[in-house]
């Protein structure tokens, strides 16, 4: 074995816990506070963050930094970002562009089927005469995308 797959299987090996080893037990704190982590003592402005469990209030968090800036800014987000349903047919309708773009690429394939019944097609020549008429057919096309001018589509997607 050259020195390049020894490596690699000593790092692998190193990867590996022992068979005895056992996931420590982690209880969490019962409640959640702000301390400072150098010290025990709370973070300046600390006791003006209220806290609740009111939607409403939640729904607002930002402005009990009472920051201008943050304000505007979560204001101009929410104003610029559409809802979750737009969100949603936007993606969707991103998601259809894409297939239509990429249609291109792979063959095309179509098939009809037909059935026609005439009377005599030349009066005076076979009184009575009626026949059917019966057709299938089968198309199949795939242009190969030799110059890349499927692959440069409207969508910009690369595989």
Known sequence: ???????????????????????????PPPAWQIL????????????????????QALAAWWTWFD??????????????????????????????????ARAGRGPTLGAGIGANRQQNPLPGLAEGLTFSLYEAGFDAQWELDLFGRQQSGSCGCAD
């Open 1 to 27: 074995m050259c020195r390049a797959e020894l490596l690699c299987c000593a790092l692998l090996g190193a990867c590996t816990v022992g068979p005895n080893y056992q996931r420590p037990t982690t209880t």
């Open 36 to 55: 400072n982590p150098t010290a025990d003592a709370p973070l300046a402005g600390a006791d003006s963050i209220p806290v609740t469990d009111d939607a």
């Open 67 to 100: 920051d201008p800036l943050l304000t505007t800014l979560v204001e101009e987000a929410f104003a610029q970002n559409p809802d979750t349903r737009a969100a949603i047919a936007r993606i969707t309708a991103a998601r259809a562009e894409r297939r239509a």
